[in-house]
């Protein structure tokens, strides 16, 4: 199974100068070399996939992307990082484009190309279109960071962030996707018999959230939850932040994880959550 991290490069992995074209210019972001090595030992392929519009606008070259890119890879291959290909879409927004974001299509190509399992793969950038097309490719997970234009968009796309998670940086990325990576989901059969269970003791699943009988616990997960438990743990940890009525239990996704750092440990608080509850 080849597993891969699709990256936006503007504002993802160096610092977002518009409609940037020389290499003098290229500022990569702190901890961005790291971040790649350590996903990259974890066993995933990178990828670049970069709109380019300032060619189609005629901002800059084909040329100057080129050597922007070149210059890039060379930086980051000092310190052992190989990206497999680069994608990029020259094209201005209006005119027709085989593979600009939001299209999936280089996503697609790269599963064609390199065998890439895009079920267990993740796209990463800092606008929504980055995110959205992670999604139509079907990723494991779109992840927005809060570099480049990511804080704004954060503030200002309410829902149509969706399901994907926010983090600083693409250190805070290579975290997460490591931590994923390396956590055994709960066996199929024992997840569906605690929510059977939680069901049968009137808990409810509404809008993404998990209703305790007294409404006073409020899990956030994805209906209700799919995939590994340690994607419920940060969703779940980001909602706890936000009630104030947690936030002397769980202050920050740190000490929430320090809490609930294993799968056992969370089915277990789970099972007693729900048998305690009539
Ligand atoms: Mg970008």
Redo the contacts with the bound molecule.
């Keep these: 199974m080849t597993r891969a991290v699709f990256l936006?490069?503007?504002?993802?992995l160096n610092v977002?100068k518009d409609y940037l074209r020389d290499p003098a210019e290229l500022e990569i972001l702190p901890g961005v070399p790291d971040a790649l090595k350590q996903l990259q030992d974890g066993g995933f392929k990178l990828f670049i996939v970069t709109n380019q519009s300032g060619i189609g606008r005629g901002y800059y070259t084909l040329e100057d992307m080129h050597r922007v890119n070149t210059h890039l890879t060379g930086l980051l291959a000092s310190h052992g990082v190989r990206f497999e290909k680069i994608y990029f879409a020259s094209e201005a927004p209006e005119a027709p484009s085989r593979g600009r974001k939001p299209s999936p299509q280089f996503l697609f190509d790269a599963r064609d190309e390199f065998g890439v399992d895009l079920a267990e793969s993740y796209m990463i950038?800092?606008?929504l279109i980055?995110l959205e097309c992670g999604w139509n490719a079907g990723v494991k997970q779109s992840i927005l960071v809060r570099t480049?234009?990511g804080a704004k968009i954060e503030q200002e796309a309410g829902n149509k962030l969706g399901p994907a998670i926010v983090v600083n940086d693409l250190a805070e990325v290579a975290n997460l996707i490591l931590r994923q990576a390396n956590s055994p989901s709960l066996p199929a059969e024992e997840r569906e018999a605690l929510f059977r269970k939680m069901e049968d003791k009137g808990w409810t699943w509404r809008d993404k959230f998990i209703h305790a009988p007294n409404s006073t616990i409020w899990f956030h997960g994805s209906s209700p939850w799919q995939g590994d438990l340690h994607d419920f743990h940060y969703r779940m940890a980001k909602r706890l932040e936000k009630l104030p009525k947690y936030r002397s239990c769980y202050s920050t996704v740190e000490h929430y994880q320090r809490v609930f750092d294993d799968t056992a440990g969370l089915v277990a608080i789970l099972k007693q959550l729900v048998d305690s509850k009539k």
């Design positions: 936006d490069r503007d504002g993802t977002e950038g800092d606008k980055d480049g234009y």
